[in-house]
């Protein structure tokens, strides 16, 4: 069949058969399809939409397309799983995750993205730390996973490289917010590192991709549905982006935090459940714990013995890193000129716009407006005030980490105005609004 005829057919709204949609992700892969052609089908799907069938068909032509990893998890001795967020403002669950799970005795090839717009990139976080290699060669990745029991990577030239020439096309073409796009391209990558499970993290609020209930319900039903149609038992957590995950975003600072969080020396509580809460679903979906109290305890463990942080410096230095960072952060930059910022009046603050913060680091040169974009890994934000917070003259909104007086200027107005203040607390409100099975 033609290029156009497929375009066509989905143009008229009519339902594409799995072989129709696998030949038209062949030519994407094959550069046979032109990115106009790329362009109308992304846009008629956009607009017309697709149905389950449609989508698992999608995923898994996205999927073959390159090559799909073929781990032994007998010889391995475990499950291989992973975590996947839709992303979010602070949201580094991904670096604590991993090692945790690891060392509950699953394994984790988490292949992850970038930052852009307001939201960071785990990989942006990965960055920070002084050689560590995002892009590994496939045999050093599976080598890390192995020993280590998690590696944390990008997209390689060889996994699902018709999502990567299909993603760089509606990134430009305004059909990036495609629930059936977006679920294939999620679940492409996923089911190309060979995995057994998932659990995934659907952002909902101010701060999230999806900020209605509503769309993240959406958009959480369908991969999950899509997952398990594709043969990958999957589960999803709705999760509150309504304030920044933990208190600091940017990239560097993360990464100190997650140490932090892993050695016990500081742990965010709204952070600590979601860590916990995707988790002990990792762990029950990989056979690991036979319900969710008893994975999270399990989880707890790894934190409490110390092996979780051991599995994370260990898949450091594995992908290139230093070799203790955990006793030694030298490896990561410092911005220059660190400064606190203060509420104009003294105030509990009763709603964030999360996006705002966001926008704050990326002013700072900490996130990107263009996939091209260059970033500094050493600017962000720390001690970031949550929802119910009081803030005054003690207490700041944030602390400011710039490369100059000017930038940390600039992120200081965007703050003050991502704030509002009351004279009443707000209410406390769960981190984990929904399970999605």
């Known amino acids: ?159 699902a490289p018709a999502d990567r020439r299909f993603y760089a096309v509606r990134d430009v073409t305004a059909t990036v917010e495609s629930i059936p796009l977006i679920t294939a391209s999620i679940l492409s990558k996923k089911l190309a590192a060979g995995l057994s499970g998932l659990a995934m993290d659907v952002k909902t609020g101010s701060g999230a991709f999806m900020e209605t209930l509503d769309g993240s319900r959406a958009l959480a039903r369908s991969i999950v549905d899509v997952a398990n149609g594709a043969g990958l038992p999957t589960t999803a957590l709705i999760t509150d982006m309504n304030q920044v995950l933990g208190h600091s975003a940017g990239n560097a600072v993360e990464v100190r935090e997650t140490i932090d969080y892993l050695t016990g020396e500081r742990r965010d509580d709204r952070l600590h459940d979601v860590v916990i809460a995707l988790g002990a679903e990792m762990l029950v979906t990989g056979g690991l714990a036979p319900d969710r109290e008893s ?13 979780a942080a051991e599995r994370f410096e260990r ?44 926008l704050a680091v990326v002013e700072l040169g900490g996130g990107r407006r263009r996939a091209e974009d260059r970033i500094d890994h050493s600017v962000g934000l720390t001690e970031i005030a949550g929802l119910g917070d009081r803030v005054d003259g003690d207490r700041p909104l944030a602390i400011v980490h710039a490369k100059n007086e000017a930038d940390a200027a600039r992120a200081a107005d965007t703050l003050k105005a991502a704030f509002t203040l009351g004279d009443d607390e707000a209410a406390e409100s769960s981190a984990i609004v929904e399970i999605v099975t």
Request: hydrophobic share 45%; charged share 20%; proline share 4%.
């Open 315 to 358: 898949m450091v230095s594995g992908l290139g890193g230093p070799t203790h960072i955990l006793r030694d952060t030298s490896a990561l930059a410092n911005a220059p000129h660190v400064v606190a910022v203060h509420a104009d009046r003294p105030g509990a603050v009763t709603a964030i716009d999360t996006r705002r913060v966001g």
């Open 295 to 307: 994975a999270g305890q399990k989880l707890l463990g790894t934190l409490a013995s110390g092996s």
């Open 1 to 159: 069949m033609l290029t156009q005829e497929i375009i066509r057919k989905k143009r008229d709204r009519a339902v594409l058969s799995q072989t129709e949609i696998a030949t038209f992700v062949q030519r994407i892969a094959r550069d046979e399809a032109s990115p106009a052609q790329i362009a109308a089908f992304g846009m008629a799907v956009f607009l017309n939409g697709m149905n389950t069938e449609e989508t698992v068909a999608l995923t898994l032509a996205m999927r073959d397309s390159g090559t799909v990893i073929d781990w032994d998890a007998g010889a391995l001795g475990g499950p291989v799983l992973d975590k996947h967020s839709t992303g979010g403002v602070g949201d580094k669950v991904s670096l604590m995750l991993a090692p945790m799970v690891a060392a509950a005795g699953g394994f984790v090839p988490m292949i992850s993205g970038r930052g852009l717009g307001h939201t960071g990139g785990t990989l942006d976080k990965l960055d920070s730390i002084r050689g560590y290699d995002t892009a590994p060669a496939l045999s050093r990745f599976r080598k890390v996973v192995e020993q280590a029991g998690c590696a944390v990577i990008g997209q390689t030239e060889d996994l």
